[in-house]
């Protein structure tokens, strides 16, 4: 039996900084131990929360409940051909340091993802997406335990349901499933995925020909040039989704607001960088005790030191309101809130 511990403090286990509390912690190592952790009267009896990176989490009160956190290790390559390799990686593994073992290896298909925060595992869920690429393009298998019945199962890429910011895990299997192990399918030959125009100024900037390695790097400049480090500034990356809507209405809204920033997604919508909808409101860097809006990348919010996730989410209804108000757009969060 794991080491389950009391009323313990989550703040370094949030990447926005949040002192909340869990009445019981503990962590796990494998799908053994996890399957036995699922069979102790602890699991049945309390709510179970799985934590992966605390990136992609808003912890707005104490959890009374027991959370999980996962700490499955491993990268093994599985299969490989002349033309790609598999790759089946532990779910506790750090995704950044997952990217840094492929581009080290010359595999291409992750090096759009570099430096993004959180865990492997954490990765599917919400179909993490940067610079032009998204998981779901590398996925091909994602193993996870059930929690009620504790049997070891799995999904391929198609049943994941992947679409933008979005799984069957963060939908209809929401904390019902454990992800263990995610299989990724990367290319021998560099991808050199460069449609996302900041990364080619980065390269011409870095006079670097496009391979994983610049590529990676160009992402790592760009990233932390726009987004704070949580480690200095807490934050959990961007905290609304794009909002995505009828290109009509985009077309009608430009001729009220000409800058605004859409991107045509399929021939009838439009997805509308909320980073601009919040800066062209005036609320970059508006600050309401510890908690603020970046002043660098509107759609990061970021606690200056003691916010606490209330005040951090009565912060984002505020945008919600102005912005709903002033476009007649409803953004949401991307953010898990607790
Ligand atoms: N913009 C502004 N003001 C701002 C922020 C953005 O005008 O304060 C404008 C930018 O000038 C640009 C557009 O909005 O024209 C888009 O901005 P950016 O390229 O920074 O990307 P984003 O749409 O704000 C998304 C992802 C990020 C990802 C970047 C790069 C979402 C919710 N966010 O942000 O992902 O890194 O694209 O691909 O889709 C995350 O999910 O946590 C995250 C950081």
Redesign the pocket.
């Known amino acids: 039996m794991s080491n389950i511990l009391n009323n313990y403090s989550l703040k370094y286990h949030n990447t926005f900084g949040v002192a909340a509390k869990a009445k019981y912690f503990t962590s796990f190592s494998s799908e053994d131990q996890l399957a036995e952790l699922l069979k102790d009267n602890i699991c049945k009896t309390e709510s179970l929360f799985i934590l992966g990176g605390g990136s ?1 989490i808003l912890l707005t009160q104490d959890f009374d409940g027991l959370v999980l956190a996962n700490n499955i290790k491993g990268i093994e390559i599985i299969t490989e051909n002349e033309k790609s390799t598999s790759i089946a990686v532990g779910a506790g593994e750090i995704w950044h340091d997952f990217v840094l073992w492929s581009i080290q290896k010359n595999l291409s298909g992750i090096e ?1 993802l570099a430096l ?1 925060p959180g865990l492997v595992g954490a990765s599917p869920m ?1 179909n ?5 690429a998204e998981v779901k393009d590398v996925i091909t298998k994602v193993r996870y335990i059930e929690i009620e019945s504790g049997k070891q199962k799995s999904f391929t890429n198609s049943e994941c349901n992947f679409s ?2 979005n799984s069957i895990f963060k939908d209809e299997l929401k904390g019902r499933v454990v992800i263990t192990e995610v299989v990724c399918k990367l290319s021998k030959t560099p991808l050199n995925n460069t449609k ?1 125009g ?1 990364i080619t100024d980065e390269l011409k900037r870095l006079n670097k020909e496009p391979s994983p390695q610049s590529i990676a790097q160009a992402v790592i400049n ?2 932390s040039s ?2 704070p480090d949580p480690k200095v500034l807490g934050n ?7 909002p995505i809507i009828e290109t009509i209405w985009f077309k009608k809204l430009k001729k009220d607001f000409p800058e605004m ?1 859409g991107y045509k997604i399929s021939e009838t919508q439009t ?1 509308i ?4 909808l ?3 409101a005036g609320l ?1 860097g508006y600050r309401k005790a510890d908690a603020g809006v ?1 002043k ?5 919010l970021v606690n200056y030191g003691n916010a606490t996730g209330l005040e951090i989410i009565n912060l984002a209804k505020e945008i919600q309101e102005i912005i709903k108000e002033k476009y007649g757009i409803q953004i949401e969060p ?1 953010v898990n809130i607790l």
């Open positions: 992609n759009n993004i919400q993490i997406g940067a610079y032009g933008y910011r996302y900041a760009i990233r726009k987004l959990s990356g961007s905290f609304f989704k794009n920033v997805k960088a909320a980073g601009w919040i800066d062209n970059k970046h660098n990348q509107a759609l990061v991307e």
